[in-house]
C-alpha cells in the first residue's frame, strides 16, 4: 500500500509537470515530493502524540526544501507542490486530494485562537504562485486561485478566483491549469475601467434625452 501511495505520488507529478522527465528525476531532483515524504512521517508521529519528534522532522523537511507544512495538517493523496520554495501550510489545515500549489503559496490562519484557523482545499483545487489563503474557510472542489491572490473568504467550487482580495472572475475551464489561472481568465483592468465610463456615458446620453423629452417647447 505504501509503496502504491508512492508510485502515484510521482505519477501525478509527472501528469502535472511537463518539465519532469522520468521517475527518477521527480524522485532526486523535486524538492515539494521530499516535504511531502517528510510531512507523511511527521504526521504519523503527530497522530501518535509524539509532538516534539513530529516538529523536529517537520523543520528538518522545512531547512532541506525550503516548504514549512505542520504535521497536524492533514493533506490527501498525490498532493503536488510544484518549485515548492516558500509554502507554508499550518496546522488546522485540511487539503483535499489532487491538489497543486506553486512557489510562495500561504495556507494560513487569521485568528490566536485554538480551532479550526487554516483553509480547506478541496479535490482539484490549484492555488497559483504568490497566494495567500487565509483563514479558517473552505475552498470548493477544482477552484482555482490566480497567482498573488490574496483570498480572505470562502471559494465556491469550480470557480476562478483573481485579486487583492480575491473575486471570482469566472470558471475553471479546464482540468488543470497551471498557476491557477489561464490568460483567457485574466481580466484586463484597463478594458474594464473603459467599458465602465462607456455604460456612464451612454446612461448620462440616455437621461440627457429623457429630460430633453419632457421639458416644455
Not at 502504491?4 to 505519477?11: G, L, T
Not at 531532483?29 to 517528510?38: I, K, S, W
Not at 487583492?164 to 472572475?169: D, G, H, S, T
Amino acid at each position: 500500500m505504501l509503496f502504491k501511495q508512492f508510485r502515484d505520488e510521482i505519477d501525478s507529478i509527472l501528469a502535472r509537470d511537463p518539465a519532469a522527465r522520468s521517475r527518477l528525476e521527480v524522485i532526486l531532483c523535486y524538492p515539494g515530493l521530499h516535504a511531502v515524504l517528510f510531512y507523511r512521517v511527521a504526521h504519523g508521529a503527530w497522530t501518535r502524540g509524539w509532538v516534539t519528534l513530529a516538529r523536529v522532522l517537520s523543520h528538518l523537511g522545512r531547512v532541506l526544501t525550503g516548504i514549512e507544512i505542520h504535521p497536524g495538517a492533514q493533506i490527501g493523496q498525490r498532493f503536488f507542490i510544484d518549485h515548492g520554495m516558500g509554502v507554508v501550510i499550518g496546522e488546522t489545515a485540511i487539503i483535499g486530494n489532487d491538489v497543486t500549489l506553486y512557489q510562495g503559496v500561504t495556507l494560513g490562519g487569521t485568528s490566536l485562537h485554538g480551532g479550526k484557523r487554516h483553509p480547506t482545499l478541496e479535490d482539484n483545487v490549484i492555488v497559483g504562485s504568490g497566494a495567500q489563503v487565509l483563514g479558517g474557510f473552505t475552498v470548493g472542489r477544482g477552484a482555482r486561485v490566480g497567482a498573488n491572490a490574496v483570498v480572505v473568504k470562502a471559494v465556491p467550487a469550480g470557480a476562478t478566483v483573481t485579486g487583492i482580495p480575491a473575486k471570482v472572475v469566472g470558471d475553471a475551464k479546464v482540468d488543470f491549469c497551471a498557476y491557477g489561472l489561464s490568460s483567457e481568465d485574466l481580466p484586463d483592468p484597463l478594458a474594464r475601467a473603459i467599458g465602465g465610463l462607456l455604460d456612464e456615458v451612454s446612461a448620462l446620453k440616455a437621461r440627457v434625452a429623457e429630460l430633453e423629452d419632457s421639458s416644455p417647447s
